[in-house]
């Protein structure tokens, strides 16, 4: 340039070549620069790469990827909740397939992966697919290691705080029962509330709605009948639950929703006999008694 500065094709064939490039792949819109970058090799003296142009990652409307299609950076990904083994794999298969395999280790990636099978048409980046993919990896993630990644997501949601002195054993104890309900790790965050918080959020319609005095009989039987059980067991809760339900002709849905809002604080939430168990006896004793107390005070 007029000011001394150097070019970027002239800039690009230097490094590239001091680094030892053998295969350059990039975007299509690097067509253009090809021609340049190869007669500067050639001028130079220097073996030319391998020159590859794959298709732009296109959003759904078609147009190229750009900010207003939403979140285009790696680590704006990383604080949204999706894990990196996740997003390798879905931007690995974004214009490249081997056969109908959506699911691929890092090594599978490197065995499997050739240009031949690169797609000549643009990849549209489809955020709902990434989702899918994500969801797969956390249910499939060990709970110890996906403890590793949820303990920043408890933090920045306020769960947990910076000084709090749970093991990786201690967060990784819910996981197996809300991986497969969360898509992100933001979710799966948020749906463990009811277990690392000692003081429930409550969802005050639902709350509203199903602790009332209908609900006072069934959760006084439960409390009872939780208190004489020396051990909790997922067959014992069950009977016990089905068993409330049938002497009280009542649907067995009519007997969870409300221990669920007790327990939980909302009408979505693990199994309730996973609830029950991963709680314990004495927390879902003290937090049915306090359903019982809000119900109390609602006459």
């Given at each position: 340039r007029s000011d001394?500065?150097?070019?970027y094709n002239f800039v690009v064939v230097v490094d590239d070549s001091d680094m030892g490039v053998t295969h350059v792949i990039r975007g299509d819109d690097h067509l253009s620069n090809?021609?340049?970058q190869a007669l500067l090799y050639d001028g130079l003296g220097l073996p030319r790469p391998e020159f590859a142009h794959i298709s732009m990652i296109l959003g759904a409307d078609k147009t190229r990827l750009s900010k207003r299609h939403g979140a285009t950076s790696?680590?704006?990904y990383r604080d949204m909740g999706y894990l990196p083994d996740a997003l390798i794999n879905y931007l690995a298969r974004l214009g490249w397939s081997h056969g109908d395999q959506e699911i691929f280790t890092q090594k599978e990636m490197t065995q499997h992966f050739s240009l031949e099978n690169i797609t000549t048409s643009a990849a549209v980046f489809n955020p709902e697919k990434l989702q899918w993919l994500n969801q797969q990896y956390i249910q499939n993630t060990r709970p110890l290691q996906l403890a590793t990644y949820l303990k920043p997501f408890l933090i920045k949601e306020g769960i947990l705080n910076e000084k709090h002195g749970l093991s990786k054993e201690?967060?990784?104890?819910?996981?197996?029962?809300?991986n497969k309900r969360a898509q992100t790790l933001v979710e799966m965050a948020q749906k463990s509330v009811f277990y690392f918080k000692k003081e429930l959020t409550f969802d005050e319609e639902a709350r509203d709605k199903f602790l009332n005095r209908d609900a006072k009989p069934y959760i006084e039987k439960l409390i009872t009948a939780i208190n004489d059980m020396s051990e909790l067991e997922h067959d014992s809760l069950e009977n016990l639950f089905k068993k409330i339900a049938a002497n009280a002709e009542l649907k067995l849905g009519k007997l969870v929703q409300p221990v669920r809002i007790a327990l939980t604080g909302s009408t979505a939430s693990p199994g309730i006999y996973e609830v029950i168990l991963l709680l314990g006896k004495t927390i879902t004793l003290k937090r049915l008694d306090d359903a019982l107390s809000f119900i109390e005070k609602k006459r």
């Open positions: 001394g500065t150097p070019t090809t021609p340049r790696v680590l704006a201690e967060i990784a104890k819910p996981i197996p029962s809300l």
